[in-house]
């Protein structure tokens, strides 16, 4: 499975980016994904998940209720809409993918594990 993120770029503070995660591959394999970050002096952060066949999307404390995480499945493409961007959201932001999600395992647990397999190479966000 190969992940290609784009989307990243320089923005004002209040302003939207719009995250895009390309799956290929055996992505037929997959059965969640999620995005990551990384910002600068702290560890990596997991921030949104979506599994496949699931109405329901998770997304972390520090983005909900400005983010938002879509999945398009006939695509095999994630989203991460971005809004009301701080400078504290600079980053690295990264896609990941999992082939099989545990049944016992919640999305926020599954996010500080090392249970996703496949990562992208990340692209940049920087808000100033």
């Known amino acids: 499975v190969q992940l290609v993120e784009s989307g990243g770029g320089s923005v004002q503070a209040g302003g939207s980016l719009r995250l895009s995660c390309s799956a290929s591959?055996?992505?037929?394999?997959?059965?969640?994904m999620a995005w990551y970050r990384q910002v600068s002096g702290k560890e990596r952060e997991g921030i949104a998940a979506s599994a496949i066949g699931l109405a329901y999307r998770y997304l972390g404390d520090s983005v909900r209720g400005r983010f938002d995480v879509i999945r398009d499945s006939a695509s095999n493409t994630l989203y991460l809409q971005m809004n009301s961007l701080l400078p504290e959201d600079t980053g690295m932001y990264y896609c990941a993918a999992v082939g099989v999600f545990p049944l016992d395992m919640s999305f926020s647990e599954a996010l500080g594990s090392p249970l996703y397999s496949y990562w992208g190479q990340g692209t940049q966000v920087t808000v100033s």
């Open positions: 591959g055996y992505e037929y394999s997959i059965q969640c």
